[in-house]
């Protein structure tokens, strides 16, 4: 079985500061982990993804994310908060066979100048 | 990359009628197709998982016949909403499963565009 939990559904940032969204998952096989970044009525957009080997994700927009296997968790990071970062994100888990995927409730992102 | 185009991307129906929301996968071959239903300021719900050629699998909860799925080729799906009401006013979205193209780099998941369902 696997799930995610985000902490915090709501986080204010200044502009130019550090962003921190927080991810912890829950699996009985080794998980794939991800993040999507949500516009108002769009879709989804990836923005980094863990599967196998470097711990350390990169992503577009300056977003990265680390997993750490002994603390469970794949938080999402950015040195320096830009205004067009305000959106929703979400975390993802799945399985390495991608049988099953499971979001997190999102976390909300704004952005004050 | 693997793109996903939904349609429509917005409707407006009548109570009691049905809707029909398309999926199709543009450049790739999507044997798997998930469905899910999002509430304004919640997280996304998997209604269905739909594979070519076969019935649907719909999670607990979600009404078989009132969410028809149907998967008739690698690179369309569609969902439709039959003799809808306003309870179904929701934001729905398609992804389509899409193996990577190096090794070991597994599995990811391409999303549609949405479609804000408006049922009055």
């Known amino acids: 079985a696997q799930s995610v939990t985000q902490l915090g559904s709501h986080v204010s940032v200044s502009e130019g500061a550090l962003v921190l969204l927080r991810c912890n998952y829950s699996?009985?096989?080794?998980?794939?982990l991800f993040w999507y970044v949500q516009y108002p009525n769009q879709g989804l957009q990836l923005l980094l993804k863990y599967t196998t080997g470097a711990t350390l994700v990169k992503g577009i927009n300056g977003f990265e994310a680390e997993f750490k296997k002994s603390e469970t968790s794949f938080h999402l990071t950015k040195p320096s908060a830009h205004m067009s970062d305000a959106a929703e994100y979400f975390c993802a888990v799945s399985g390495n066979t991608g049988n099953q995927f499971y979001f997190g409730t999102g976390t909300s992102l704004t952005v004050i100048p | 990359g693997a793109v996903v185009s939904q349609h429509p991307s917005w409707v407006i129906c009548k109570s009691g009628t049905s809707v029909k929301i398309e999926c199709r996968s543009l450049d790739f071959q999507a044997t798997t197709m998930f469905w899910y239903r999002q509430f304004p300021k919640q997280s996304l719900m998997l209604m269905a998982t739909?594979?070519?050629?076969?019935?649907?699998?719909?999670e607990q909860g979600v009404e078989k016949d009132k969410f028809l799925i149907n998967h008739a080729s690698l690179t369309l799906s569609t969902l439709t909403v039959t003799s809808a009401h306003p309870e179904d006013s929701s934001f729905y979205i398609c992804?389509?499963?899409?193996?990577?193209?190096?090794?070991?780099?597994?599995?990811?998941?391409?999303f549609g565009s949405g479609t804000r369902l408006t049922v009055v």
């Open positions: 699996s009985s096989v080794p998980p794939y």
């Open positions: 739909s594979n070519e050629g076969s019935k649907a699998t719909y």
């Open positions: 992804s389509a499963r899409v193996r990577g193209t190096r090794d070991r780099e597994g599995y990811g998941y391409t």
